[in-house]
């Protein structure tokens, strides 16, 4: 999957006049941060699961990213819907909003590194009450609106460069959100003549869920099982680490099974 040719050639625009030679190849990979949701101040959410999904990139993504869903293989909800809040948007609300209104703090929105995002008209406008159950859109940073590239080995286990993309908070049922974005950027340093496409497979967060479907197929079964015996021994971070201790052993296997559908 890639971004549109209008939105790569907009991303060249912007990186007009920098250096003409890219870096080395720049490995990303979908990440999820789960978020813990303040039910004192919004206890109407409480069967409610919200997710950030972040890029992880292996060195510096530079300050011009852009990242597309797509209507067939793009970011799918399955088992629930994504919630929206009455007073949330497409993107991230502004400095004190949440003061006022605490519970759009888990409104569903797409985000490049803590901008609201400029959305092409590749696609018709995102319905905030209403995304359906596939995110189709595309969206990157309005020229010269800094983007938040966050370093926290605390946080993410690691000391790759990360960006968030979107925050889903999905509805009680939510089984699964997974699916492929197309991401282009310019590697750090400087941006270069052409820019560089990725195309990112996003795993389903099973753990965040409290379920085990680890490929999105809506059911457990073989292909989560695979993913388990794929993953198997130390392995910090996979989404088949169900307990979070860093090994994919025989208690995560025990998780799964409990899971399984017959």
Known sequence: ???????????CALGAGAAALAGPSVEVEAVWVEQEINLGECGGLSEHTSVDLYLAFDSHPGNTIAVTSDDKTGLTIM????????????????DGWYKVFPCAEWDSYLTIGGTTPFFTPEYPPLDEMDWGTVIAAEWLPNPGDPIEVEMDALKFGDS???VQIARLTGTPGTTSIAGTLGVVFFPFPGAPS?????????????????SADLDGS??????DLAVVLASWGPCA??????????????????????????
């Open 1 to 11: 999957m890639s971004l549109s040719p209008r939105v790569v050639a907009g991303l």
């Open 79 to 94: 088992g629930g819907a994504f919630h929206h809040d009455e007073t949330g948007a497409n993107g991230p609300r502004p």
């Open 160 to 162: 790759r460069f990360y």
């Open 194 to 210: 052409m820019p560089v496409e990725a195309t990112v497979e996003v795993m389903n967060c099973a753990p965040c869920w409290g």
């Open 218 to 223: 809506g059911i457990v079964g073989s292909g």
């Open 237 to 262: 971070g996979c989404v088949a680490d169900f307990n979070g201790d860093g090994v994919v052993d025989s208690e995560d296997l025990a998780y799964l099974l409990a899971f399984w559908e017959k």
